[in-house]
């Protein structure tokens, strides 16, 4: 079984600051790790996967999130946000099986502020 | 059609009384999940259909809840004897099948209020 933490539930910035969301998760087998984002009003989207090789992974809008096998880690980063940014952010980690039902963090709603 | 559909997107109704939600997925995946996602909380895996293969239902919360899906269309979810503690927002999600791991698409949910 797997499970996931995001540390934070709550993180204002502001606009063109730096932020990390953090998350870490616990698996007793190889999981691929995803974070999904929730606009205001809209469904989830994926933002971004790491299934295997690169640590690092990229999004088309500029963030990144980096794999850390000793540390269980996958935490979320943009080096300048906006405030189109503002939103849920879902860390979720599912079993190398492969199409297997996702375990999600409980979220972190992002607040860029002006 | 052009991403999972979900109805109604909100049902208000009273304790004690039966609710059905309905998922369209996209048009060509086998999979097909329902989570549940409380105030405050993350998504809760309820249950899994991959093709004809018997559903994953392992993530039901109790007997009052079921859900069927016909081939690799419609679904819909069943909630018997509704209480006040099973108002969330229903998500379904579908995905292909093709690759080792294929992206879960998601619908706008259904805001379940139950009174």
């Known amino acids: 079984a797997q499970s996931v933490t995001q540390l934070d539930s709550q993180v204002p910035v502001f606009e063109e600051a730096p932020v990390e969301l953090r998350c870490n998760y616990s698996?007793?087998?190889?999981?691929?790790l995803f974070w999904y984002v929730q606009y205001p009003n809209q469904g989830l989207q994926l933002l971004l996967k790491?299934?295997?090789?690169?640590?690092l992974v990229e999004s088309i809008n500029g963030f990144e999130a980096e794999f850390n096998k000793s540390q269980t880690s996958f935490h979320l980063r943009k080096p300048s946000v906006h405030i189109s940014d503002t939103a849920e952010y879902f860390c979720?980690?599912?079993?190398?099986?492969?199409?297997?039902?996702?375990?999600f963090g409980k979220g972190t709603r992002l607040s860029v502020i002006a | 059609g052009a991403g999972v559909s979900q109805s109604p997107s909100n049902k208000v109704t009273e304790k004690g009384k039966d609710v059905e939600l309905r998922c369209d997925p996209i048009?060509?995946?086998?999979?097909l999940y329902w989570y549940r996602q409380r105030l405050g909380q993350g998504l809760e895996f309820l249950i899994y259909?991959?093709?004809?293969?018997?559903?994953?239902k392992s993530g039901l919360p109790s007997d009052r809840f079921s859900a069927e899906r016909t081939g690799e269309s419609v679904s819909t979810l069943t909630i018997q004897r509704t209480q006040q503690e099973d108002s969330a927002v229903y998500l379904c999600?579908?995905?292909?099948?093709?690759?080792?791991?294929?992206?879960?698409?998601f619908g706008p949910g259904t805001r379940l209020l139950v009174l």
């Open positions: 698996s007793s087998v190889s999981v691929y």
């Open positions: 790491y299934l295997s090789g690169s640590t």
């Open positions: 048009s060509g995946h086998t999979a």
């Open positions: 999600a579908s995905s292909s099948y093709i690759g080792p791991i294929e992206t879960q698409y």
């Open positions: 259909f991959q093709g004809n293969s018997a559903p994953d």
């Open positions: 979720a980690v599912s079993d190398k099986r492969g199409n297997t039902p996702l375990v």
